[in-house]
C-alpha cells in the first residue's frame, strides 16, 4: 500500500462511481479528504466511510464548471487542514449521441465540466502548491481521449483535451517540485456499464484483450501510486489502465 500519512487531498466528482473509490483508495493509503460533488447527501455517505477509515474528511459541494466554487473548495481545504497536497481531477459527464443529432449545449455541458472543470480546478490549486514547491495532480481523462468513440465526440474531445493539458501543466510546474498525470480508463464496471444489456457488454469486453471490464479499484491503485512519493519522477504521462484495449 503507498503511504500517503500526513497527505491532504481534493478530489472531485467523489459522490459515487470512481471518484468514491478513488476517495476512499487515497483515505486506506493515509491521505485526509476533501470530496466535492454537486450532490452533498451522497457526498456526506462518503465522508462517514472515511472516517470510518480513521482520516478526516470534509464534503464540499461545488460545481467545477465554476471557477469561483473551485477557489472556495481550495480555500475550504486549506481551512480545514492547512494545505493540499494531492489534487484529482475526476469530475466528468456525458451526453452522449452521434453528431448529426448532437445539441450545441450536449456539446457545451461536457467541455465545461470535463476540460473547463479541470483547468478551474488546477488554477485554483495551483498557487499554494507553488509557494509549497510540491504537488501531485491527477487529471482522470479516458481511453476515448487516444482512441475516440462513436457518439462520444463531446465527451472523447474534452478528455483528449485533458490529456494536453496534463502535459502542458506538467512542463510548466516540474521545476517546482509539482508533477502532472493523467489516467485514462478503459471501460470500466460501474452502475453505468452494469445498465448496458448483456449482448452489448459481452462485445465490449470482446475487444479487450483482458477479457474482462476493469475495476474502480484498478483506477485508484493508479491513482494512488501517482499520488505517492514513489511517483516523484514521473510527470506528463498518460497512464492507461484499460487491460491492453488501447496500447
Known amino acids: 500500500m503507498m503511504d500517503l500519512m500526513d497527505k491532504v487531498a481534493i478530489v472531485t466528482g467523489a459522490a459515487q462511481g470512481i471518484g468514491k473509490v478513488i476517495a476512499l483508495g487515497l483515505a486506506k493509503c493515509g491521505a485526509d479528504i476533501a470530496v466535492s460533488d454537486i450532490n452533498e447527501?451522497?457526498?456526506?455517505?462518503?465522508?462517514?466511510?472515511?472516517?470510518?477509515?480513521?482520516?478526516?474528511?470534509?464534503?464540499?459541494?461545488?460545481?467545477?464548471s465554476s471557477l469561483k466554487d473551485c477557489e472556495d473548495m481550495v480555500k475550504r481545504t486549506v481551512d480545514a487542514f492547512g494545505k493540499v497536497d494531492i489534487l484529482i481531477n475526476n469530475a466528468g459527464i456525458t451526453r452522449?449521441?452521434?453528431?448529426?443529432?448532437?445539441?450545441?449545449?450536449?456539446?457545451?455541458?461536457?467541455?465545461?465540466?470535463?476540460?473547463?472543470g479541470t483547468f478551474n480546478c488546477t488554477?485554483?490549486?495551483?498557487?499554494?502548491?507553488?509557494?509549497?514547491?510540491?504537488?501531485?495532480?491527477?487529471?482522470?481523462?479516458s481511453v476515448t481521449g487516444a482512441m475516440g468513440n462513436a457518439g462520444q465526440a463531446n465527451y472523447s474531445a474534452s478528455k483528449a483535451a485533458v490529456m494536453g493539458f496534463t502535459k502542458s501543466i506538467a512542463r510548466e510546474y516540474a521545476h517546482c517540485g509539482i508533477t502532472v498525470n493523467a489516467v485514462a480508463p478503459g471501460f470500466i464496471k460501474t452502475a453505468m456499464t452494469d445498465a448496458i444489456p448483456e449482448k452489448d457488454r459481452d462485445a465490449m469486453i470482446s475487444i479487450i484483450p483482458a477479457k474482462r471490464l476493469g475495476l474502480p479499484e484498478d483506477v485508484a491503485d493508479t491513482v494512488c501510486f501517482l499520488a505517492s512519493d514513489m511517483a516523484s519522477y514521473i510527470t506528463g504521462q498518460i497512464i492507461h489502465v484499460n487491460g491492453g484495449m488501447y496500447m
Open 123 to 141: 488554477k485554483a490549486v495551483i498557487r499554494s502548491m507553488f509557494k509549497q514547491k510540491s504537488g501531485k495532480i491527477i487529471n482522470i481523462s
Open 41 to 64: 447527501d451522497s457526498l456526506n455517505e462518503v465522508v462517514i466511510e472515511i472516517e470510518a477509515l480513521g482520516r478526516k474528511a470534509i464534503a464540499v459541494k461545488m460545481d467545477v
Open 96 to 116: 452522449d449521441t452521434v453528431l448529426l443529432r448532437m445539441k450545441e449545449e450536449q456539446w457545451d455541458q461536457v467541455i465545461q465540466v470535463n476540460l473547463k
